[in-house]
């Protein structure tokens, strides 16, 4: 249970930011007892891996807070967190890496990787839809301040999946009223454009 909720944060978490959640990985199991990577992961704690890891954070980070700049970056992203989703869940979870494909998918070894690489996803279509809103709705001034608050919950939430899993649920329930929210904004501005258009007409 407790693996699974791991899995799930880290997995929420590269939704917002694909590189904070294994860059996390790596850092606490390379310099803390705090994570204990099984072999098959032990990878993400390579000197070289977190360098290459913090050199795209950065670039994430920057792209990430200029209007227009983060559409386009989220387009890209569309295929790199999910990715990062699943890689986060399976290393959450203890799960073995792929050295053979065959068994791989016949032991069912496939499934914390798909379920973290659908969270993943589900995140962070919910980040692509919302940040359109919020760019258009403050002139293009709210996307730093979105992004900061994104690489902050991504951060805090991968070190909760880590050190306090539990409280991943907290965070969870949390995502999904920011979207019901960012709909229910969505539907408001369509419906104020459709009055107006009436009342030119």
Request: net charge positive.
């Amino acid at each position: 249970m407790l693996e699974a909720l791991t899995g799930a944060g880290l997995a929420t978490s590269a939704g917002l930011n694909a590189y904070i959640p294994l860059l996390a990985i790596g850092l606490l199991s390379r310099y803390t007892d705090v994570v204990a990577l099984p072999a098959g992961w032990s990878w993400l704690g390579n000197g070289w891996v977190i360098l290459i890891l913090s050199g795209l954070l950065a670039i994430e980070v920057v792209a990430d807070k200029v209007p227009v700049l983060d559409s386009a970056n989220d387009v890209v992203q569309t295929v790199v967190r999910p990715t990062a989703g699943g890689l986060a869940f399976g290393a959450g979870t203890s799960t073995a890496t792929v050295s053979d494909p065959g068994s791989f998918f016949g032991s069912h070894q496939w499934v914390p990787v798909a379920v973290g690489v659908l969270l993943a996803l589900g995140v962070h279509g919910i980040k692509a839809t919302a940040r359109p809103v919020i760019n258009v709705g403050t002139g293009g001034v709210g996307a730093p301040v979105a992004s900061t608050l994104e690489d902050v919950a991504s951060v805090v939430m991968s070190v909760v999946a880590l050190v306090l899993p539990l409280l991943i649920l907290i965070f969870l329930v949390g995502l999904v009223l920011f979207f019901v929210w960012v709909l229910r904004r969505r539907g408001a501005r369509a419906r104020a454009r459709s009055s107006g258009g009436q009342r030119v007409a």
